[in-house]
């Protein structure tokens, strides 16, 4: 029995290493960011302001819980009266220079009932709503966003999902990097924000918060960011065309990361912003976060397997877990105490760093609380990424194959042991 205690409290011992390393990286990273934030601070208030034309994509698939705030959101932004007060036409052939564009299934769709209500108190704002009919690709979101493709305006592409909440000031600090002709692609990190539910969700979000934008500030010093996140991607037309199209997309799973990384394979930039957004966590329970959680890193696995593999060695606190209990049954409880607090104290130094200096977490002192904990989880997720290769995607399942291309297996609903870890419902 002493070999296998001794294997605990090595192993807990390397990995904590591995995931002390991992969080240096993470505050040097975090540094980085809110240092090239607060430049990017400087250069919006410079004049005179970049403000190009631009198209909004927004699908929709129904109600969902806060949406007519969302969508409102994105009406108030304050881009057309920054062009007012520059001398900049904020119409043209009786387009405003910023188009709403929202896309579902059908004319009946609730959320696009929502859109049109919201969209009638702002008059000034040129909205189109258009219909996809039933998905004729696995990602039903790609299909709405290739009929929008086909009616937008203007050649500045922002795309956003229906869950997500900005500020104002949110287009013209998206567009910022498009003053340099080489960028192709604009996104930005965001914080969880929990609408229903307990415990779960607010885990859920916390690792939204801190989790996902801790592994971009680590990798963003050792790698130029070559991929998008979904919740925003602003790109411009003649960029999706070189890819050949949104439709090019229609059987990723990830196509958010295939979007960034093909533009970035073709030779052009992609900026991660320095502005955060609020992104809606939907899953009440904990069946229907672990679902959402586990396609996520399935998800990543298959788009990113090498770096999704090196993730197993960033959790902290399972490793200080380990070594805790190795240490007490070899009779070195000092160690064992050691190892665990100090597993908790880093997690903890880490969702403060995150959360204040990179995402602006509301609140800090919450996540500090929650992260270790998430951590814990985390690796349990992680783990579970590698259980199968099948999501359920609208009722059906698929298997995920190389390079994240969803591939259907069977037809029909999924037995429910399998639901229980294969995916969330998709939304668009």
């Known amino acids: 029995m002493s070999a296998m205690h001794w294997g605990l409290l090595v192993v807990g011992l390397f990995g904590l290493l591995t995931s002390s390393a991992f969080l240096v990286m993470v505050l040097m990273g975090a ?5 090239d934030a607060m430049r990017e601070n400087v250069r919006l208030g410079e004049r005179p302001e970049l403000l190009p034309a631009i198209s909004l994509f927004k699908p929709l698939h129904g109600d969902e819980v806060g949406l007519e705030s969302n969508l409102r959101s994105f009406f108030e932004q304050d881009y057309l009266q920054h062009a007012a007060a520059a001398g900049i036409a904020t119409s043209e052939n009786g387009v405003s220079r910023v188009e709403l564009l929202f896309c579902a299934r059908s004319e009946s769709d609730e959320g696009l009932e929502i859109a049109r209500r919201v969209a009638a108190e702002y008059p000034e704002i040129t909205a189109r709503f258009v219909t996809s009919g039933s998905p004729w690709a696995a990602n039903a979101k790609v299909c709405s966003l290739a009929a929008m493709a086909k009616v937008a305006t203007h050649d500045l592409w922002a795309i956003s999902d229906s869950d997500v909440r900005v500020t104002p000031d949110y287009l013209r600090r998206m567009v910022l990097p498009f003053a340099d002709e080489a960028v192709g692609c604009a996104t930005c990190l965001y914080r969880g924000v929990v609408l229903k539910g307990g415990l779960w969700s607010q885990l859920e979000a916390v690792g939204m918060t801190i ?37 090019s997309l229609a059987e990723y799973c990830a196509d958010d990361f295939v979007l960034g990384n093909r533009i970035a394979k073709n030779g ?11 992104h809606m966590v939907l899953q009440a329970d904990f069946v229907e976060s672990m679902r959402h959680q586990v396609r996520w890193m399935k998800s990543t696995r298959f788009s990113r397997p090498k770096g999704h593999l090196g993730t197993g060695l960033t959790f902290g ?63 349990l997720i992680w783990a579970l990424s590698y259980a199968s290769n099948r999501i359920q995607w609208r009722g059906e399942v698929y298997e995920l194959v190389d390079g994240g291309r969803m591939r259907r297996t069977v037809e029909g609903r999924a037995p429910l042991a399998t639901n229980l870890f294969a995916s969330d419902h998709e939304r668009r």
């Open 317 to 379: 606190v399972p490793f200080g877990v380990m070594a805790w209990a190795g240490a007490l049954m070899l009779g070195m409880p000092v160690l064992g105490w050691c190892a665990l607090v100090g597993s908790v104290l880093g997690r903890m130094l880490q969702a403060f760093v995150v959360g204040r200096y990179v995402v602006r977490e509301r609140r800090i002192g919450a996540a500090m609380i929650l992260f270790p904990l998430r951590d814990l989880i985390g690796a």
């Open 31 to 35: 540094w980085r960011f809110r240092r």
């Open 211 to 247: 989790e996902m934008s801790s592994g971009i500030c680590a990798d963003s010093l050792v790698e130029p960011i070559e991929f998008a996140l979904g919740p925003t991607m602003v790109t411009r037309r003649e960029r999706v065309e070189e890819i050949g199209g949104f439709e």
């Open 268 to 278: 052009h930039k992609v900026v991660l912003s320095g502005h955060a957004i609020d």
